[in-house]
C-alpha cells in the first residue's frame, strides 16, 4: 500500500484532519476533511486539492461544522454537517447550499 493523498495532519491543502469519508465523481475524489470543515476535491495526479466547499467553521449556507459524509445523486452534492445537525444540498458552482433536512 501507499499513501494516496495526506499523511499528515494540517490544514493546507495537502493536509487533511481526520477525513471520514470520499467519493469519485466526474474523474475527481471529493475527500470529506471533517476537523477541518471542508470538503476538498481532488484530480488524480495532482498534489494539492481545492476547497470544494466550507473551509470555515460556522453555520451559515457557505460553512460546515464537523461535516461527516457526501452523495451525490442527479449532480447535486449532498452533505451531512454533524456539528450542525443538519444535510446541505450543494448545486456545483454555487457558493451557497441549501438546507435540505434538519437545522
Do not use: C
Amino acid at each position: 500500500a501507499s499513501i494516496f493523498f495526506g499523511g499528515h495532519r494540517g490544514h493546507d491543502l495537502d493536509e487533511l484532519n481526520r477525513p471520514s469519508s470520499m467519493l469519485f465523481h466526474q474523474g475527481a475524489f471529493y475527500i470529506v476533511d471533517t476537523w477541518n470543515d471542508r470538503i476538498l476535491k481532488l484530480v488524480p495526479g495532482e498534489h494539492e486539492a481545492s476547497i470544494f466547499f466550507g473551509g470555515q467553521t460556522g453555520d451559515g449556507l457557505d460553512e460546515l461544522n464537523q461535516p461527516s459524509s457526501l452523495l451525490v445523486h442527479d449532480g447535486l452534492f449532498y452533505i451531512t454537517d454533524r456539528g450542525n445537525n443538519r444535510i446541505l444540498v450543494l448545486t456545483p458552482g454555487q457558493r451557497l447550499a441549501a438546507v435540505f433536512f434538519g437545522g
